[in-house]
């Protein structure tokens, strides 16, 4: 076995992560720049590239998107390691869809293999033995836990109500989730495993956090219910690509900090700002919002003559194995071989690479922390981004609130078409709760 920590394995030099092209005008900082674009696009994400890709498209604007990474993509950055794995840089992706528009929007830029995803548990039962459990917990999951035996959404029900707490108006998540699963499915699979996620009890935090994950009463063990599911067949960072490198408006530069270089950059009619919102207002002596970051540790495996495992060539029976008790500190492994969009030789192989997951404070801002201070704090910068001239804040960091992919793109969208229309943009907030970290 070998293991790679998070700093070791993001530092890696391009040319161990292969399998997504490269233009070398990215790095060339900005040297060769035009002296004015349409749009400077602070953050090749999600948010970022929709922008530049539907102003060229639509209004043949011409954009500078640069960002302080060596990658394009954000978070959904992927590569193929150089064990031959297609993974992720800052932990799993699936993407999933109820918005025909995003479908639609993202199928122009790659093909795509369904999936549907399914979370295990390994939690200890009423007798302390561990089980390999669906989570969401649907009947298999109470079954084997604490044994329900129920066979039917009926008694599911019945054997939920008769745990649930009656609580309309819960104040906090610990409240929220007592009316949705009752005592035992919340200290098994939600309590521990919010403390680890986000540093705080349960009812430390909003009640929104712990009302976005389901108990469900049927036996679907899918993670997911939308109508679209699916896995880009190349790999995240190849839409990105798609996106934006054959396109003659869309100048990229990498390893660029938007603040350290702000006053050489070039002219513009519209900055984007993708970035976290307290970032853009630092010098005004704001707090900072608070964020849970991630740190991954990477472990490689292979099988020997004594491997007696009832999974040959992989190390767990699924992609994302949760840990929700208080026995170990990470919160899941995920095991990469599982996805159907590996590449042949890596589902070939005898190895199998596997990251341990660990949520912390310190790190890139994956997560905001939402409970009532953050929220009052995060409105006082909203109120200074309206008014702030020539710039629009587009974005999950931006807007302060954890999008799921389809929601980032179709943010991007819907911010776009105001763009387009001639209204200025400042962080959107209306599409509602998103599903929560996953």
């Given at each position: ?159 939920l109500d008769a745990r649930r707490s009656v609580n309309p108006d819960p104040k906090n998540g610990e409240e929220s989730a007592l009316t949705r699963s009752g005592p035992e499915l919340y200290e098994a699979i939600f309590k521990h495993y919010t403390h680890k996620q986000w540093d705080k009890w349960p009812e430390e935090l909003d009640a929104s956090v712990l009302a976005r994950i389901p108990v469900r009463t049927n036996r679907d063990d899918r993670y997911f219910s939308d109508q679209h599911q699916a896995l880009p067949k190349d790999g995240y960072t190849r839409i990105f690509e798609n996106m934006i490198m054959s396109d003659p408006n869309i100048t990229v530069r990498l390893n660029v900090d938007f603040f350290e270089q702000r006053a050489a950059l070039p002219k513009c009619g519209l900055t984007v700002f993708t970035g976290p919102i307290d970032a853009y207002y630092a010098s005004q002596g704001l ?152």
């Open positions: 076995m070998t293991t790679l920590g998070n700093d070791e394995w993001a530092g890696m030099d391009l040319s161990v992560r292969r399998g997504n092209d490269h233009d070398p005008s990215w790095f060339a900082g900005l040297n060769g720049l035009a002296d004015e674009y349409d749009m400077i696009i602070v953050g090749a994400g999600i948010s970022g590239c929709v922008f530049a890709e539907r102003g060229s498209k639509e209004l043949g604007l011409k954009s500078l998107i640069i960002d302080k990474r060596d990658h394009i993509g954000g978070n959904c950055y992927d590569f193929i390691n150089k064990h031959g794995f297609r993974v992720s840089q800052y932990g799993v992706h699936l993407f999933h869809t109820k918005f025909d528009r995003v479908w639609e929007y993202v199928n122009r830029f790659s093909d795509w293999i369904p999936y549907e995803h399914r979370v295990k548990g390994k939690v200890k039962d009423i007798r302390d033995e561990y089980q390999i459990v669906p989570i969401p917990p649907s009947q298999e999951t109470v079954n084997k836990l604490f044994d329900a035996n129920v066979h039917t959404e009926e008694e599911m029900e019945a054997w707090p900072k919002l608070e964020y849970r970051s991630l740190r991954f540790f990477e472990e490689y495996h292979e099988p020997d003559a004594s491997d007696k495992s009832p999974h040959p060539g992989f190390y767990q029976p699924c992609l994302q194995l949760n840990y929700p008790g208080p026995e170990v500190d990470f919160t899941r492994i995920v095991e990469y071989k599982h996805k159907p969009n590996q590449p042949a030789e890596a589902k070939q192989s005898k190895g199998t690479v596997i990251f341990k997951e660990y949520s912390c404070d310190v790190g890139e801002p994956y997560y905001p922390v939402p409970n009532p201070a953050n929220r009052e704090l995060y409105e006082r910068y909203q109120a200074l981004a309206k008014d702030e001239p020539g710039v629009c804040f587009v974005g999950r960091l931006a807007s302060y609130k954890y999008f799921n992919m389809d929601q980032a793109f179709l943010n991007a969208l819907e911010c776009w078409d105001e763009v387009k229309a001639g209204g200025k943009v400042a962080a959107r907030t209306e599409l509602g709760e998103p599903d929560g970290p996953k």
